[in-house]
């Protein structure tokens, strides 16, 4: 008998192929639907092309292996692993633009004053809360930059409300550094082997 025939391969490698694959598909297929929800037209139909091609060698080994529980076992892993490495991926890469909202009670001026030093585009209205008059800064910041932004807002004023969405496009803007796509994919790559965030 050889290895390929073994009880090791089949109960052991095997699955484990499956799994590891699986990881591969579905952590490609998790950037293909953020790259599609940020509009990344080019991007998403290469992720799609490869999350596909993974997908249909590990489905034709599975059918292979009808008896083998270990493979489905190996393929409901490497699902699960997939959705989690995929998502641990993009918020190393903090692909996207962000609209932050601030709204406080204190007068603006510093806040903006800051952001604007820092070199991000801001904007910030009177307006008018249920207990009273308040100021509402805008800014539209790489995901990057959150924790910047964020700490400099709670710098100027600890108990100020914020919330930040996602931003799908942007004609125009101000951003302390404009890095494309690409760039940004390389140079975050190192921070995926880093603890934290």
């Not at 499956?18 to 591969?24: E, H, M, Y």
């Not at 692909?95 to 009670?105: D, F």
Request: net charge positive.
């Amino acid at each position: 008998m050889n290895f390929w025939d073994s009880g090791l391969f089949t109960y052991l490698v095997l699955p484990g192929l499956i799994f590891l694959a699986r990881v591969c598909d579905v952590t490609l297929g998790t950037l293909r639907i953020i790259a599609v929800s940020k509009g990344h037209k080019y991007l998403a139909p290469v992720l799609g092309f490869f999350e596909i091609l993974i997908w249909i060698m590990v489905i034709g080994k599975i059918m292979q292996n009808l008896g083998n529980v270990a493979c489905y076992i190996g393929y409901a892993g490497g699902f699960a692993a997939g959705n989690f490495i995929g998502l641990l991926i993009e918020e190393k890469l903090a692909i996207g633009t962000v609209v932050v909202r601030v709204i406080t009670k204190q007068a603006s001026a510093e806040l903006v004053e800051n952001l604007s030093r820092q070199g991000f585009g801001v904007t910030s209205v009177a307006a008018q809360g249920s207990t009273g008059d308040v100021a509402v800064v805008y800014t539209i910041i790489k995901r990057g930059d959150i924790e910047q932004v964020a700490a400099l807002v709670r710098q100027f004023n600890p108990n100020a409300f914020y919330s930040i969405e996602d931003v799908r496009y942007v004609s125009e803007g101000v951003f302390p550094d404009h890095k494309s796509f690409c760039h940004r994919a390389i140079s975050g790559f190192p921070k995926l082997f880093r603890k934290g965030k």
